[in-house]
Each structure stands twice: as structure tokens, then as C-alpha cells.
């Protein structure tokens, strides 16, 4: 009964420390808005593994290893992806007027969208 009980406290109380620090910090820069949003796709993708990997372990034929070595190598192929494809960060180089533009803060508007895209769809 007590586990049950911390795991629920410590769930409300990490939504009331994400919510007092979106209140302490006033005007959040790229680096913090990129960390908090990176932070938050872990703790999403975290979840979903843990919800889908016992069904994994119980299927005939796959087991607890072979769960396992799947997840990682998944793992594996999205890290080498990212390697191996070019992509372009806009913060890192010097751009045209337009799209990209910062806004008054210095933080470029893509990113505040997918902030409160995230934001909007962590409804857990």
C-alpha cells in the first residue's frame, strides 16, 4: 500500500515542481526550452516503453532478452540515422530574415510551438 501511496504523491508532486518552475522562470532561453522539451519526449518515450515491454517479455518466442535486444537496437538504428543523414540546425548558423526570426526573448518561434504542442499533448 505504501508503494502505491509514494508512487502517487510522487507523480502529483512532480507536476506541481514542473508547474512552480514554469512559474519561476520568466522568460526561458532556447537551451532551457530545448532541455525542458527533451527532457519531457524522454519521460513520454520512458513511459511507453514500460507500458509495452512486459507484453514483449510475456509473447511466446521473444522473451525478456530478446525485448530487450530489440529496444536497443532500435535504439541503435535512430542513432545512426541521426548520424548518417545531414540535417541543418537553424540556431547554428546565420539566416535570412523571415521564417526564423527570434522573437523578443531570442527564441525562435518554431519552438515555442512545439513547446506547447508538447505541452497540449502530455495530457497523462
Known amino acids: 500500500m505504501w508503494v502505491a ?3 502517487a504523491a510522487g507523480a ?8 512552480l518552475l514554469g512559474l519561476i522562470v520568466k522568460r526561458p532561453g532556447p537551451r532551457f526550452i ?16 514500460v507500458a509495452l515491454l512486459p507484453k514483449a517479455i510475456s509473447r ?4 525478456f532478452l530478446g525485448a530487450h535486444i530489440a529496444f536497443f537496437s532500435g535504439m541503435a538504428v535512430y542513432f ?6 545531414p540535417h541543418d540546425y537553424i540556431a547554428q548558423h ?3 530574415a523571415g521564417e526564423y526570426d527570434l522573437d523578443k526573448e531570442g527564441v525562435p518561434p518554431t519552438l ?11 495530457d497523462s
Open 34 to 49: 530545448g532541455f525542458t522539451l527533451g527532457f519531457s519526449a524522454g519521460v513520454m518515450i520512458l513511459v511507453s516503453f
Open 80 to 85: 545512426l540515422i541521426d548520424l548518417l543523414v
Open 112 to 122: 515555442e510551438r512545439t513547446g506547447l504542442l508538447v505541452a497540449l499533448g502530455n
Open 94 to 96: 546565420d539566416h535570412d
Open 60 to 63: 511466446e518466442g521473444i522473451g
Open 12 to 19: 502529483g508532486l512532480s507536476t506541481t515542481i514542473g508547474s
Open 5 to 7: 501511496f509514494l508512487l
